[in-house]
């Protein structure tokens, strides 16, 4: 038996520029970290005992005795991929699904690093989010960008680096610890109980592509700028919270399904009670809203949102990890 843990992850800065069509062109990078919220997955082989020789658990629960019978498009296409058979995956989460923080893609990597560890393989981190990649972009066409990917195998506080070449670069942020709780201890995060299939936003807000290129270089420029921030000791902290308004207001003109009526209420509610800025988290159309609120205005913001769930949480910076393995004997009926 194999139980991976894998992280999800907060995107703060550069979203969009991580979309392969854009930074082919014109480079990209993101600024994002994975949080103390994660996702499990277990996988073991199913004993030969049932009228069926695969059984899965997600949301849904399925029984099948071919691969090519399996719902789930990941979990089918991982499966052909990796060459696995005669399997129960469990999947558990300690947030929900189809919320802005890269969900889908903790599980990818997370249910890779498991397969992998299934056949007695180690594969490192860069291995595990090149094939996430291949396999929602390009063996699931699911729309969307490469950050999720590489957040969640990586783990911890990154620049990512997209390159024209289509390579990228994870450079970890030099921040010191004190001024890294200080960030943590600054950020809020609210449930606004809105969930959406993060594709399915990336298919609306690709209509009218070439008109948003302006404003996902200036979201590009604000990577730096934020990084800067973070690593210059003497720079004012609170100038990342301004530069989280900036963006989301850039990031509001690159698609008509990034936010609603109902969340932009909520947005300003946070800033009339204190909030430096903010935005929301993922491909936009719900999901989770981070606020960045000096500590006097903590409980002002609190108050304001108080009719939506708040997410306590912390920074970590271990990736996708085995954290529970038991080795068996497997041979597939025909060896």
């Not at 854009?22 to 600024?31: C, D, I, N, Q, R």
């Not at 999947?91 to 929900?96: C, E, F």
Request: a negative charge; aromatic letters at 12%; one cysteine or more.
């Amino acid at each position: 038996m194999i139980i991976t843990k894998t992280p999800f992850r907060m995107s703060f800065f550069g979203g969009g520029t991580d979309i392969e069509e854009y930074f082919k062109e014109y480079g990209g990078a993101v600024l994002s970290t994975t949080f103390d919220k994660y996702c499990y997955v277990t996988v073991r082989h199913l004993p030969r005992f049932f009228d069926w020789s695969t059984h899965l658990t997600y949301s849904s629960q399925e029984y099948v005795t071919d691969i090519d019978e399996v719902m789930h498009p990941a979990i089918r296409n991982a499966m052909k991929m990796l060459d696995m058979h005669e399997i129960r995956l469990i999947y558990d989460a300690d947030l929900p699904a189809r919320s802005g923080l890269g969900t889908s893609s903790s599980f990818a990597v997370g249910m890779l690093n498991a397969f992998y560890a299934l056949k007695g393989k180690y594969v490192d981190r860069k291995r595990l989010s090149d094939e996430a990649i291949y396999l929602e972009r390009q063996l699931c066409n699911e729309a969307g960008g490469w950050q999720d990917q590489i957040a969640a195998a990586f783990g911890g506080m990154n620049r990512i680096e997209f390159n024209k070449d289509g390579t990228y670069n994870v450079q970890p942020i030099i921040i010191h610890p004190e001024r890294k709780k200080q960030l943590n201890d600054n950020l809020m995060v609210f449930f606004t109980g809105f969930t959406r299939f993060s594709s399915d936003v990336q298919k609306v807000n690709a209509i009218g592509y070439t008109e948003k290129i302006k404003q996902l270089q200036e979201m590009y420029e604000l990577v730096g700028k934020a990084q800067a921030v973070l690593e210059d000791k003497y720079s004012n902290l609170d100038d990342f919270g301004r530069l989280l308004d900036e963006t989301w207001k850039l990031k509001r003109q690159t698609g008509e399904a990034i936010s609603t009526d109902s969340i932009d209420g909520l947005y300003n509610k946070g800033l009339e009670a204190g909030a430096l800025g903010g935005k929301l988290l993922g491909a936009g159309g719900g999901g989770f809203l981070l606020f960045y609120v000096q500590p006097e205005n903590k409980k002002a913001v609190m108050e304001a949102m108080k009719n939506l769930l708040y997410v306590p949480f912390k920074f970590e910076d271990g990736g996708t990890r085995v954290i529970h393995y038991s080795p068996e004997m497997y041979e597939k009926v025909g060896d």
